[in-house]
């Protein structure tokens, strides 16, 4: 292990370094803890230029309820569930296929295939902008969240094939051979040997998806506007615009528009980490 | 009479043209709608994106060709320069992410009781969406009641304001990038010490490595596919910035802090004016400048999938 385990260094390092963690983590999330220290802080605080002494009172319910009650704040996280969870389910069902194809079976153009997934996966999206707001226009599903849950599918499904493909080439083959010697089917081999194993991956894969997607900002400008089809991130923009100077209203809808995929890394950290770092490790 | 019987001459029905070719059609099947959907939203719209910057189109009427004054134009456009200029910045500056991402790796590569709780907190800031991250930034370097103007005041500094300085500004951006960037990079190379041999750890010590040359030539080898990993997600990252400068700056001041992918944005389409042939054009001097990595990105994994 390196560095040195701790137990193993002189007693003052010990304490040193045991005060050192909650100081630097300190350090490290203090942005953070400002806005939250916000969010619970009564308007007449700002008012009277006390950003930062303590709160008069505490102020939290009454933020955060006029976020929930009197803003489109719930709207727009509606929105963002209902863009996030179909997108999340439609890029586990295209790309366990997709990885399966390119994992399972050898053909010639196999590599071309999984390399036009990962090159697309990398582009920048302006290369993409207008064609796709071109095409989401001409589906009729321009300002749609349909508009935008397809073209999401779609360019997520090549992470999450380079993602798939490499789990089930980790799988042992001699398993699928051994299936097809019995005369098992294809497809069953794939609905009944594949799948099973690859839960953890499809449960890694989703934890990530959701987090990108609700984090998007970029698509949603470009595909959607206004309430009834915005997300959240792009509706925390004209929260803002309503309440500018509101900081403690502004700062409550932060939290409010951040806490889901933060919740979400808390609940299922294993299998987050577990996505993001796959291939950190030979 | 007794029944005697029948030689089983099964006759084989002709096995259907599927049976048959299974093997080699299925991969197919199963590769139809996802290659299709990936086909219609992403690979033709680079190669359209590629055509559009040859015309003047204003997204509504016809669009006319206008071969390549597009890029004529954006070689005497001063916006276009400055937006090139940042793109480099946040290119090199980003990759600062990478060693500090180490750095706080190693730092809290212990077994302390409540370590797993201080790693996931580190973690954070990265799983917030850069919007927030943004509007966090934005107030931590505001100049009437900014933490860091806070601080600074402390020290006996005077206030500065970061994102209305047409110097600073870039640079308080990309700050505000590498804190999830760093958090990212961090967590892939805290897996990748956990996989690290300690076997030849021992075998350092024995020879008298310690510290840096322990790091340096036993632990960061051992890093490598972590590393590799770091450098494309942060390349890519510094490449695609647009969520943290269309919030804290919108491009300002003075348009000092657009990157490429912004300016394209803003081009095509924002209130100044929908010219999608000239955003399609700075699109594309993007795309190519993505392309080179991508392609060292490709070149690295054919090299490994060879060796397997």
């Known amino acids: ?282 | 009479m007794s029944i005697t019987a029948m030689p089983t001459t099964e006759i084989v029905p002709a096995r259907s043209w599927y049976k048959r070719n299974e093997i080699a059609v299925t991969p197919w099947l199963f590769l139809a709608p996802g290659v299709l959907f990936f086909l219609f939203y992403v690979i033709f719209p680079i190669f359209q994106s590629f055509n559009l910057s040859l015309y003047a189109w204003d997204g509504l009427g016809e669009a006319r060709y206008v071969g390549l004054a597009n890029y004529q134009e954006l070689s005497t456009d001063r916006a276009f320069e400055t937006s090139l200029w940042n793109n480099l910045k946040w290119l090199v500056l980003y990759l600062l992410a990478i060693p500090a991402g180490l750095f706080i790796a190693l730092f809290l590569n212990q077994t302390v009781t409540g370590i797993r709780l201080y790693k996931s907190l580190f973690f954070f800031p990265f799983v917030i969406s850069q919007i927030v991250v943004g509007l966090v930034f934005t107030w931590f370097y505001d100049p009437t009641f900014g933490l860091l103007n806070v601080m600074l005041g402390w020290i006996g500094l005077g206030p500065i304001n970061v994102l209305g300085d047409p110097t600073l500004v870039t640079y308080g951006i990309i700050a505000a990038g590498l804190w999830p960037q760093t958090a990212y990079c961090m967590i892939l190379y805290l897996t990748g010490l956990n996989a690290v041999d300690p076997e030849q750890i021992e075998a350092g010590r024995l020879d008298g490595a310690k510290g840096w040359r322990m790091l340096w030539y036993i632990i960061i080898p051992q890093l490598k596919p972590a590393t590799f990993i770091a450098f494309v997600v942060t390349i890519i990252g510094a490449l695609r910035s647009f969520d943290l400068i269309s919030i804290m700056t919108n491009g300002g001041p003075f348009g000092s802090s657009r990157v490429l992918s912004f300016y394209m944005f803003e081009k095509a389409l924002s209130e100044y004016g929908f010219r999608m042939g000239y955003g399609a054009a700075i699109a594309v001097v993007l795309f190519l400048i993505m392309l080179v990595f991508i392609a060292y990105f490709l070149w690295s994994m054919f090299q490994e999938e060879r060796a397997r």
């Open chain 1, 1 to 282: 292990m390196f560095p040195t385990p701790i137990e193993k260094t002189p007693r003052a390092w010990q304490l040193t370094y045991q005060s050192l963690l909650p100081l630097a983590l300190l350090m490290w999330l203090l942005p953070l803890l400002a806005v939250a220290l916000f969010s619970v802080k009564p308007e007449a605080d700002f008012v009277g230029g006390g950003y930062w002494s303590i709160p008069s009172y505490f102020a939290g319910f009454e933020n955060y309820g006029r976020v929930f009650f009197d803003s489109d704040m719930p709207r727009y996280l509606m929105n963002s569930v209902l863009i996030t969870i179909p997108t999340v389910i439609g890029c586990v069902v295209l790309s366990s296929m997709t990885g399966f194809a390119l994992g399972i079976y050898k053909f010639k153009s196999n590599i071309w295939i999984f390399f036009m997934f990962v090159a697309g996966n990398f582009v920048p999206f302006q290369i993409l902008m207008v064609p796709v707001r071109d095409l989401t226009l001409d589906l009729g599903l321009y300002n749609t969240k349909t508009g935008l849950v397809l073209f999401h599918i779609a360019f997520q499904t090549g992470f999450c094939t380079l993602f798939m493909r490499n789990f089930i080439r980790a799988l042992p083959y001699p398993l699928i051979e051994a299936a097809r010697v019995e005369g098992v089917s294809e497809w069953r081999i794939f609905w009944f040997v594949v799948l099973p194993l690859m839960k953890p991956a499809m449960a890694a894969m989703s934890v990530l998806i959701f987090t990108f997607i609700w984090n998007d900002y970029f698509w949603a400008v470009v595909l959607t506007q206004g309430a009834e089809s915005q997300p959240v991130t792009a509706g925390i923009t004209s929260f803002n615009a309503q309440y500018r100077a509101a900081y403690h209203l502004m700062s409550a809808g932060s939290i409010v528009a951040a806490l889901p995929p933060v919740a979400m890394f808390f609940l299922m950290q294993k299998h987050f980490i577990a996505g993001l770092t796959l291939g950190a490790v030979k």
